[in-house]
């Protein structure tokens, strides 16, 4: 059992706290910006990544980390914003696969227009290029 104090414990912990950082301050630079979360975006990037044939639901679920019932009520607003489309799914007459659409596309990179330099401030202007590649490295071999 790994002790409460050991530096495995402790460099969980500051991997979570600097996730949390980053991640308020990307939502904050795109509240600024009147754009949407960061949920939006990574629904739009993981689907954009899988065009053309996008992804059903529950793949979509594995591509982010959102629980299924945030993103289905994520992908439904989102639909109704006409960010994403619904297409129907070859194998499967009751379901379907989601895309982007060309104004969800174009939120996408607007938004990176905005998430990019929130990186560049937290991760890269912080670390040297060899660190990011070892800690990608080390990130990696965690699954």
């Not at 979360?37 to 594995?62: H, I």
């Not at 929130?118 to 990696?140: G, N, R, S, W, Y």
């Amino acid at each position: 059992m790994t002790n409460p104090n050991s530096p495995a414990t402790a460099s969980w912990i500051a991997l979570f706290r600097a996730q949390k950082r980053a991640r308020t301050a990307i939502d904050s630079a795109l509240n600024s910006a009147n754009l949407p979360p960061l949920e939006q975006y990574d629904v739009l990037w993981a689907l954009e990544q899988a065009m053309p044939l996008g992804l059903r639901p529950y793949e979509l679920e594995q591509a982010v980390l959102l629980p299924q019932h945030g993103i289905s009520r994520l992908t439904s607003q989102m639909v109704k914003q006409d960010l994403l489309v619904r297409l129907p799914c070859p194998d499967d007459k009751r379901g379907f696969r989601l895309v982007p659409s060309d104004s969800g596309l174009l939120l996408r990179q607007r938004m990176w227009q905005i998430y990019q330099p929130v990186i560049t401030d937290f991760f890269q202007a912080k670390l040297a290029p060899d660190e990011v590649q070892e800690l990608m490295q080390l990130l990696c071999r965690t699954g």
